[in-house]
């Protein structure tokens, strides 16, 4: 049976997430970053808060974008003067990304701003019933096979 467009949870899904989008553009634009840079700085900003200098393949793997899209955003930033590639000792082919001291300026007052409209934006829901649901989205169980049939 259809469901109606209010009914479909897909639907509502791709609703609240341009709602979402929006409303992190609005905070991010006047930082002068994209939603992808933003998300791409603040990985490679905690990342080498911990001690770490991602490579390109890293940061994407830990930031869940595509390894050519990262390098593409990474270029932005570069330019941008926010993040750094320095050659990898280990691995002369690879780059390893550092947040210069601007990216490193910009990156706490980034997450901060997205962190607030995140909390605007989820209000109407519990926070201990949003991140259960949220979760399981994000990274669902692997699905059982169903069992073989007898033969």
Do not use: Y
Request: charged share 20%.
């Amino acid at each position: 049976m259809a469901l109606s467009p209010g009914d479909s949870p897909g639907l509502l899904l791709w609703h609240a997430t341009l709602r979402w989008q929006r409303e992190l553009a609005a905070v991010l634009t006047p930082l002068g970053l994209t939603h992808v840079q933003f998300v791409l700085l603040a990985c490679a900003w905690w990342l080498n808060s911990q001690g770490e200098h991602p490579n390109q393949m890293t940061l994407a793997r830990q930031a869940g974008t595509d390894v050519k899209m990262t390098s593409q955003v990474l270029r932005a930033l570069e330019q941008k003067g926010l993040i750094g590639r320095e050659v990898d000792p280990a691995d002369t082919r690879a780059k390893r990304l550092r947040v210069t001291d601007a990216g490193a300026d910009l990156a706490p007052r980034a997450i901060a701003a997205v962190e607030l409209a995140d909390a605007r934006f989820f209000r109407p829901v519990a926070l201990d019933e949003a991140l259960p649901l949220l979760r399981r989205l994000a990274h669902p169980e692997p699905e059982t096979p169903p069992p073989a049939a007898p033969q």
